[in-house]
């Protein structure tokens, strides 16, 4: 079983619209967690870290629940640019390694 | 740019050859990981160099190794390898909280695409 488990999708919703994504974790380990984004044929880039009391980075709000070690990522009013594949991250407190998700697609259409 | 290079980009091997690929980390960076990506993939965790010193790796063989300079570029090496090589490989640099331990935030590199014939 992956340590880190996403729908991989693919989301497709129209601009505008809101999107939510969710991660499960194996690990109870896990402690620190983070969302990055894949750009097609680019590199991941850091998102948004995710706290425990949830957070938000303008359109953007993620949400943790230890208990059920599920993580989620909110989109509000989707943007053409917002396409790219989200990857759901893990990372046990004093690890060195970053456990990535598979991904989830994200197509925003006109 | 996240200021992590790395070269080559795009390169062909056939089963049994041993690839190098490099990485220039962002200055200021100490720590170098680098993962694999399979295509569909999330990325995989191969191994950490802070301080020229492994001090992580994930589930990989042997004949993956690696080096990491005192400018703290760094180095993968693959020996003997398998069609299932494949993949994007990525470099990552961070700085490093203490112990080598990195903030999580990984600045990584546009990555070499390895394809195994």
């Known amino acids: 079983r992956k340590e880190v488990e996403q729908d991989p999708g693919p989301f497709n919703v129209p601009e505008g619209a809101t999107v939510a994504f969710n991660c499960t974790y194996s690990n109870s380990a896990s402690q620190s967690f983070f969302w990055y984004r894949q750009d097609c044929r680019k590199e991941p880039k850091l998102l948004m870290s995710v706290y425990s009391s949830g957070n938000e980075d303008g359109r953007f709000t993620a949400q943790l629940n230890r208990a059920s070690q599920y993580i989620s990522l909110l989109i509000r009013d989707s943007k053409l640019s917002d396409s790219a594949t989200y990857l759901c991250v893990a990372r046990k407190n004093s690890g060195y390694a970053l456990n990535f998700g598979k991904g989830t697609s994200l197509l925003v259409t006109p | 740019e996240t200021g992590v290079t790395q070269s080559p980009t795009h390169l062909i091997k056939t089963r049994g050859q041993q690839v190098t690929l490099r990485c220039s980390s962002q200055s200021g960076h100490n720590t170098v990981s680098w993962y694999q990506q399979a295509l569909g993939q999330g990325p995989q965790f191969i191994f950490q160099?802070?301080?020229?010193?492994?001090?992580g790796r994930g589930n990989f063989p042997p004949r993956f190794s690696g080096l990491q300079f005192p400018n703290y570029s760094s180095e993968l090496n693959v020996n003997a390898l398998e069609l299932d090589d494949s993949a994007l490989y990525l470099c990552?640099?961070?700085?490093?909280?203490?112990?080598?331990?990195?903030?999580?935030?990984?600045?990584f590199g546009e990555g070499s695409r390895l394809t195994v014939l």
């Open positions: 160099y802070y301080r020229e010193e492994e001090n």
């Open positions: 990552a640099s961070s700085p490093s909280i203490q112990g080598g331990v990195n903030t999580g935030e990984l600045f």
